[in-house]
């Protein structure tokens, strides 16, 4: 048992290393932005699709994992995914201009999209539900603290060394992750039937970048522009297609018929708009660090440093809470405290100290950690094991892809407010709209996340009530613990 203990914590150790600089690799770039959209003379709206055109490539391959994890071992995955990833940031390294930059995020995206829920699904295999908490904690720094970590960690590298240094960086990290892949982890057989329904990734391939193309389009051109509402249109009719494939197909690219699941539905949805939330100040704030205030990018960093750390210290924490008291108490703080601090950003100025907004920007972060991990974990352990793959993977999809379309609506926001407005008072706008949106997930998680007394805490607390008072906690202790069996063993304890 010991020897299984660590092959399991040898393989998740593994498998996060790629997922890790898969995940900070979705916000390098905003750190490195203002100096990226000097050297090649663009706007932010064009800028801001090296991040958001990373997240929406992943979420289109995302929705690919599911079946992948069914028919191919992990070993094999993790391998050509690192490699993807591995010959992206090469080639981003020594771009000339912004469209092969744009082309290189596109290979990077490709392995991250399949190393992202990589470390998740494993996971949930080699885990029992009651230890799902607390390893997915773990698991979550490479989604939670990553995200957060990579502003502070490309401003340093980029202010001493330049921007592509950054990549230089992410190809050593790369190259050893293949490494420990093929000398460490193990060989799986993989017999699962069906093919890869390839109709159903061009549906969703396509539905998803007109959904984000459009979004994006929108804070240059207007909304009744046909670059705007022409792929909104296309995107939209492409995933209602998509979706009805799936659900008559016997062997579907997305299991589509897990939102039937109550909590699956209601986790994800307030998932998109925690996501969305964080990727957009994490973009936003760092215009406003370098381009308003003509601070270094060091600087930017350093503001988000506190609130990374905190991810960092926090998560496996979070997850052990989540194991013990359930997600209903975890998930307000967290909405409570993202909201608030993004409330208070949204009064910020020019000559708003930095402290201050230090201080806004880590009880946003701990508000990001109380929800991300603890309500994937949640959402997911309520679907059931056969599912687990296709559950995980769906969750990844929706998240990625409705974040990166939240986040671009937001960056959007601030565009037409600060064409008329100015580019300070545009931040504050998205700001504002960002808090509005949390706030409203707030009120919707307070009535829908209630837990409900169960009949079977009712027949617990019945059988307790005919035994002596002294005894009647033993039960309800024991069968909390260990579920309805446990039930059964309190009893003949107290007896």
Request: aromatic share 8%; charged share 10%.
């Amino acid at each position: 048992m010991k020897n299984k203990n660590v092959n399991k914590k040898l393989i998740i150790g593994i498998i996060i290393v790629g997922a890790f600089i898969s995940s900070l690799n979705q916000t390098v770039m905003t750190a490195s932005l203002p100096r990226i959209m000097t050297e090649f003379g663009i706007t932010a709206s064009v800028g801001q699709w090296l991040t958001t055109g990373y997240l929406l490539v992943m979420g289109i391959m995302i929705p690919c994992t599911g079946y992948l994890m069914e028919h191919f071992s992990s070993r094999k995955l993790y391998l050509i995914s690192v490699s993807l990833f591995f010959i992206g940031c090469a080639a981003a390294a020594f771009s000339p201009n912004i469209y092969l930059l744009l082309l290189a995020r596109v290979v990077q995206a490709l392995g991250a999209g399949i190393l992202l829920p990589l470390p998740q699904v494993v996971a949930f295999r080699l885990y029992r539900p009651e230890e799902r908490g607390t390893i997915m904690g773990i698991v979550g720094l490479t989604t939670g603290f990553a995200p957060a970590f990579g502003p502070t960690f490309a401003g340093w590298i980029a202010d001493s060394f330049g921007w592509r240094s950054i990549f230089y960086i992410m190809c050593a990290l790369a190259a050893l992750s293949i490494v420990l892949g093929i000398v460490k982890l193990p060989e799986e057989e993989k017999h699962s039937e069906g093919k890869l329904d390839i109709l159903s990734v061009i549906l969703s391939t396509i539905g998803f970048c007109g959904l984000l193309t459009g979004v994006s389009n929108q804070g240059i051109y207007g909304f009744f522009s046909p670059v705007v509402f022409g792929p909104l249109a296309v995107g939209i009719l492409c995933i209602v297609l998509f979706s009805l494939r799936q659900l008559k197909l016997p062997s579907p690219l997305l299991e589509l018929r897990i939102f039937q699941n109550r909590n699956f539905t209601l986790g994800t949805v307030l998932l998109i708009f925690a996501y969305g939330s964080m990727l957009s100040v994490s973009t936003l704030l760092p215009i406003y660090i370098q381009n308003l205030r003509h601070y270094s990018a060091t600087v930017s960093g350093l503001v988000m440093l506190p609130g990374a750390l905190f991810l960092a210290l926090l998560n496996p924490l979070c997850g052990r809470i989540l194991d013990k008291r359930g997600p209903y108490l975890l998930s307000l703080a967290g909405l409570v405290l993202l909201g608030g601090a993004t409330f208070g950003l949204s009064f910020i100025g020019i000559d708003t100290p930095l402290a201050t907004v230090v201080i806004l920007y880590a009880f946003r972060t701990l508000g990001v950690v109380a929800l991300l991990q603890p309500l994937q974990t949640w959402a997911v352990n309520s679907v059931e094991s056969k599912f687990i793959s296709h559950g995980t993977a769906l969750m990844n999809t929706v998240r990625q892809v409705g974040g990166s379309i939240i986040s671009a609506l937001l960056v959007t926001v601030m565009s037409v407010s600060a064409r008329d407005n100015g580019d300070m008072k545009g931040i504050e706008t998205s700001f504002l709209v960002t808090s509005i949106l949390v706030f409203l997930s707030l009120a919707v998680s307070a009535i829908l996340m209630r837990p409900k007394k169960s009949a079977e805490e009712s027949r617990e607390k019945e059988s307790a009530a005919a035994l002596p008072e002294d005894s009647s906690h033993i039960i309800i202790t024991i069968a909390r613990e260990y579920g309805s069996g446990g039930r059964e063993i309190g009893l003949k304890v107290a007896q």
